[in-house]
Every structure is written in structure tokens, then in C-alpha cells.
């Protein structure tokens, strides 16, 4: 039996409102649709698996089926299962090469698993999954749009590279720089920011790592965590304090992308920025890094600040020509997705 694997999936945390149930009519046919497609790709899996029990996820128990001319029309989900249990024994298969399923899992979280056949490419029982998270941005179709990361997330999930999880912040704020002319909101981040210097919140911060151990120990465990603007400080953050609360365990996660980055800090009474020290001793991230910055982003100094800071050795430079955001041009896609890739081996293999 070579079961289908799933060679990663990402977790992209979006600050969605929890009060966006209500899918407009759009919305709803697009979920339909991708039921339709779950559904056929559940047959090429079920076919490669020989799990002929997922047949009742694709048939009606008054189907009919004619799959060739030897067995003429076939009437009832008992005999379609039949015919392909007594035709495919002892046959191998690869229809779901190239299949992949999204499953959702509420009204701001999906799950999109790509599947290969290890054997097939000689990996074995290789897996991979990577935890994402984003910035302070939020509107309910954000997550289905993906806006222009979406490109780079197609681009890593076209070779079954990775597939996405979505999982929104719930504290509500003002919109990141730019968003405002692009999404209407509501805007919601992963907790109170910025933070000022005169302000002791550490509890909202508290919430959030929690927030992520919580995934990671339901959801993982995850290979990779990938953050973007507010959400690649969190995972910064996160992935330093993790280090020095348990510094005999092994980290969350194998490597980590920041996207327009920044060090944790907070605002003082002039609205400078004044850095954690705590997170800014050199080497604070050991784990293999790719940091993506814009020359033309307002926080390309706090991006290269953290950088800085990350195991010389093991982080890699990423630079484009655009500003506070994920690029979604052709080159600049490939140029991401190619460090991404490039980074996972790394963290794999060594």
C-alpha cells in the first residue's frame, strides 16, 4: 500500500474578524466549486489507495458509472466499488500526482493538502509543513483573494512544495500602512500594537504566543514558520522567547521566513522607536532564516536590524524593489519561492 503524502502545508495567520460568517453570494459558489473538486479529487485518491471506502464521498448509493466496455454500465456505489476493487489488485496508480484538497475548517481558516506518492519520487515517508503568519490586515474574502502573496503561496504549492493554512488575529486595530486603500476591513492583529514604551501589555503578547503554541501543539508539528510585517515580529519574538524558556528543547519549528520584518519595539513619548534589547543579542535566532525586504519599505532599517541579528551563517538575504508588502510580480515571486524552497532543504537536509 503506498499512501498519498502530504509534502507540507503552511499556516498563514490572518487577522480576519470572527464576525465575518456571512459569506456574500460570490463567496459561496467559489466554496461550492471547490467541493466539486474535493469530491473528484477524492476518487484519484481513493483509486491510488485502494481506500475504496472514500467511493461513498463520490458516489451516490444509485450511481451508475460505465468505465469500460467490458463491464457495460455499472448501477449502485456496491458495484462501481467492486468492479475498481477486482480491476485495480495488485496495481499501482498515480491519478492524485497532481490532486490537492482544501478543507475548511471554519469561516476564517482553511487547510489545502497536496498530495504526492513517495515512493514515486524516492522520498520515502518524507513530510513537511510549515507555519505562516501575517500582518495586521483584515477583510473576510482576505484569505480566499490572497492579495498578491497569493501568487507566492501558488507558486510553492504548483510542484506540491507546500499547501496553506489560514488562521486569523482577534484584537481588533487601525489598518497597517497602505491596507486602508486596499481593503475596507474590519482590521484585526495578533495582539496590541504597536505597544508603547509607557504601556505594560505583555499580557496581550502572552495571548499570542499562546496562540501559536496552541496551533502548533493541535495542528503541527510544522517544519517552518513564515511571517509578514506585524506577524514576522510575532514570529520572531516567539521563536526567540520559545529558545530561552526551554533551552534544552528542540525549537517549533525547523527555519523561519520574515517578510518586511521587524524587531519587537515600542513607540516612545515622540513616537521613536525603541527596540527590546532582550531581542537583539547577536546570534538570538540560530534556526536557518530568509528575510524578504523592500529598498523602498519605511521599515527596511528594522528589517535589516533583524536580520542582523539572526545566525550569520544560516540567514539569507532577500531583496526587491517594492515596498511594505508581499510581492506579487512574476520575478519576485520566483525570486521568494526560490529561497523558500532552497531554505526548506536547508532545514531538512542540513
Not at 519595539?265 to 513616537?271: C, I, P, S, T, V
Request: hydrophobic letters at 40%.
Amino acid at each position: 500500500m503506498h499512501n498519498p503524502l502530504a509534502v507540507c502545508s503552511f499556516l498563514l495567520l490572518l487577522p480576519l474578524s470572527p464576525s465575518n460568517a456571512q459569506q456574500p453570494l460570490n463567496r459561496s459558489l467559489d466554496l461550492a466549486i471547490v467541493e466539486i473538486q474535493n469530491t473528484l479529487n477524492t476518487f484519484s485518491i481513493a483509486v491510488d489507495t485502494h481506500n475504496f471506502t472514500l467511493l461513498s464521498d463520490v458516489f451516490t448509493p444509485d450511481a451508475t458509472a460505465n468505465f469500460d466496455d467490458s463491464h457495460g454500465e455499472l448501477a449502485g456505489l456496491v458495484s462501481i466499488s467492486a468492479v475498481l476493487q477486482t480491476g485495480l489488485e495488485g496495481l499501482r496508480s498515480w491519478h492524485a500526482l497532481s490532486t490537492q484538497v482544501v478543507a475548511f475548517s471554519g469561516p476564517r481558516e482553511a487547510r489545502t493538502t497536496s498530495y504526492l506518492q513517495g515512493t514515486f519520487f524516492g522520498q520515502g515517508n518524507l513530510t513537511g509543513q510549515i507555519f505562516t503568519t501575517y500582518g495586521r490586515v483584515g477583510v473576510e474574502d482576505y484569505a480566499e483573494d490572497a492579495g498578491s502573496h497569493g501568487n507566492l503561496t501558488r507558486d510553492l504549492g504548483k510542484d506540491h512544495s507546500a499547501s496553506f493554512i489560514y488562521v486569523g488575529g482577534e484584537i481588533s486595530c487601525d489598518p497597517g500602512p497602505g491596507i486602508e486603500h486596499i481593503y475596507e476591513g474590519p482590521y484585526y492583529s495578533y495582539y496590541n500594537w504597536p505597544q508603547r514604551l509607557e504601556t505594560d501589555d505583555q499580557e496581550s503578547v502572552q495571548s499570542a504566543y499562546d496562540l501559536l503554541d496552541d496551533i502548533i501543539s493541535t495542528e503541527g508539528p510544522f517544519d517552518g514558520i513564515l511571517g509578514f510585517s506585524h506577524g514576522a515580529t510575532l514570529a520572531f519574538a516567539f521563536l526567540v522567547q520559545h529558545a530561552r524558556k526551554h533551552p534544552y528543547e528542540p525549537p517549533p519549528v525547523r527555519c523561519a521566513v520574515f517578510v518586511c520584518a521587524m524587531p519587537p519595539f515600542r513607540l516612545g513619548g515622540n513616537d521613536e522607536w525603541i527596540y527590546d534589547q532582550a531581542f537583539l543579542e547577536p546570534g538570538a535566532l540560530a534556526i536557518p532564516s530568509v528575510h524578504v525586504v523592500g529598498k523602498s519599505d519605511f521599515v527596511l532599517e528594522h528589517s535589516l536590524k533583524l536580520y542582523a541579528v539572526c545566525d550569520a551563517a544560516r540567514a539569507r538575504l532577500v531583496v526587491h524593489g517594492k515596498g511594505h508588502e508581499i510581492p506579487g510580480d512574476k520575478e519576485n515571486v520566483a525570486l521568494m519561492a526560490l529561497a523558500v524552497r532552497e531554505l526548506a532543504h536547508r532545514a531538512m537536509f542540513g
